[in-house]
């Protein structure tokens, strides 16, 4: 028996949808508002979720990450009276089962719960997937997803395309499906399409045969050989030449290739792996990527999200780095004080991971031997970029007054909604650093083995600061 959570603020809606839900010999749970959804949501675990889009406390959609938030979330499907194609591509985009439009019959909103159940079923029975993911850190449900098309793409032979913005960690991913494919035993060949001269990327990807050229004094083996029964990693592949592509498109096909001047045709067994920042669709229509090879690179499509979506994932990757560089540099980790957390909070990290972790070891390199990382200890263009901002959206926003402390926290809304609700953006900061500082003090409890000393001495903060903040986030355990 499942349990399922329909979220409607219209009466009718709820009681038809519970009826149903029991008829199918499942347990049903309802709410009008998303507060008391919730609320339900914190005591008990649901498999599915009905959702509506317009609420009388929030938006529906705006609302869809935090109903999906843990290591099990539930399916959801999206009801709506008002259905709009951006609403939808972003149900879809946010991990929806699927969006239908009301009215409808009984059975159009019944049968994606079947199906949706019936997932569910076939998942928990087959072989748990695993990847190796030791460099990847975070658990936000972005990133869960992404590990999750990782594990399922590692399984098998299939290729991948992997999309991202600088810094996201395209390469880390492509690394984690060759270290977890079973009986892989070749290398990890990686090939920056960036960097290839367009006068010898042939030679480079395919090799070449002695006499081929001006300079060919021997026989080269080319990256594509190199990579047989190990992994290609294409990086940027959008820069490759479009004489390439067209060869390259034979070679995915057959897994065969001819070097340059040679007679005959050699074979690699190689799994690709392809990324790129770029828009590879865009390319294609201006004719400037070859249609035909950007299908055949999306048979698995991973998607990484930028790290401004993925906030609570901060704090982890803070310690990560921190305990990283400590040992790089024969110290013990640096602490951290919660205003220097707090200004990491407020930069949206245009380039993501690799700016956060560069800008920590600036950090570290400005404190030398001190314990602790001040606001101080960041780069000056940061900070100033910071105050900036802030005073900017100051003056963009008036303050509003504080709500009254019963009103429940409204979600952010998402496409299809209105700004009717829509918080401040000093509210929305505040709400988004709450949930970084709970991250992170969850991380340190166990990184630290729940020792409040070792505690303290990591995070930089006196023991009646750290108790405070524990206890502001629920952490506050037995001594």
Not at 161 to 166: F, K, P, S, Y
Not at 278 to 299: C, P, S
Request: charged share 30%.
């Amino acid at each position: 028996m499942a349990r399922i959570l329909i979220i409607d603020d219209d009466e009718p809606i709820r009681e038809l949808l519970c009826a149903a839900v029991e008829r199918m010999g499942h347990e049903a749970a309802a709410a009008g508002e998303l507060a008391e959804a919730f609320a339900l949501a914190r005591e008990a675990s649901f498999d599915a979720i009905y959702l509506d889009v317009r609420l009388p406390d929030g938006d529906g959609l705006g609302a869809l990450p935090a109903l999906c938030h843990g290591a099990d979330p539930p399916e959801v499907i999206i009801i709506t009276g008002e259905g709009d194609p951006d609403g939808a591509e972003l149900a879809m985009r946010s991990g929806a089962w699927d969006y239908i439009e009301k009215p409808c019959s009984l059975e159009r909103m019944t049968l994606p719960l079947a199906r949706a159940l019936q997932y569910r079923a076939e998942k928990r029975r087959a072989a748990p997937l695993t990847l190796r993911r030791e460099t990847i850190i975070g658990s936000s449900p972005g990133i869960r997803d992404c590990l999750d098309q990782a594990a399922r793409a590692a399984a098998g032979p299939a290729d991948v395309l992997v999309i991202g913005e600088t810094g996201t960690g395209k390469e880390l991913f492509a690394r984690a499906i060759h270290d977890s494919t079973p009986g892989a035993r070749g290398p990890f060949v990686t090939v920056d399409c960036a960097a290839l001269p367009e006068t010898l990327v042939e030679s480079l990807l395919f090799g070449h045969a002695r006499g081929a050229f001006t300079g060919a004094e021997q026989a080269r083996v080319g990256l594509v050989k190199q990579a047989d029964a190990g992994t290609l990693f294409l990086d940027e592949v959008g820069e490759l030449p479009l004489p390439v592509q067209a060869k390259f498109l034979r070679v995915l096909q057959e897994r065969t290739f001819r070097p340059v001047g040679a007679s005959v045709e050699e074979r690699s067994r190689f799994r690709l792996v392809a990324a790129t920042n770029r828009d590879l669709e865009a390319l294609a229509a201006r004719g400037a990527f070859r249609t035909d090879l950007l299908y055949r690179l999306k048979t698995v499509v991973l998607e990484l999200p930028p790290l401004r979506g993925r906030r609570e994932d901060l704090g982890p990757l803070v310690l990560h780095r921190l305990a990283e560089l400590g040992r790089r540099h024969g110290q013990p980790a640096k602490g951290l004080t919660p205003e220097f957390l707090e200004a990491l909070c407020a930069h949206s990290w245009p380039g993501n991971v690799r700016e956060l972790f560069n800008v920590l070891e600036t950090a570290v390199i400005a404190a030398q031997g001190e314990p602790t990382l001040f606001r101080r200890h960041l780069p000056v263009d940061l900070r100033a970029r910071i105050a900036r901002e802030a005073v900017a959206d100051r003056r963009r926003s008036p303050r509003r007054p504080a709500p009254a402390p019963e009103a429940p926290a409204r979600p952010l809304p998402g496409a299809a909604g209105g700004d009717e609700g829509f918080p401040s953006w000093r509210d929305h900061r505040a709400k988004a650093l709450a949930e970084v500082e709970q991250r992170y003090f969850s991380e340190l409890l166990r990184r630290t083995g729940g020792d409040r000393q070792a505690a303290c001495r990591l995070a930089g903060l006196r023991p009646a600061r750290l108790y405070e903040l524990l206890g502001k986030h629920g952490l506050l355990g037995p001594r």
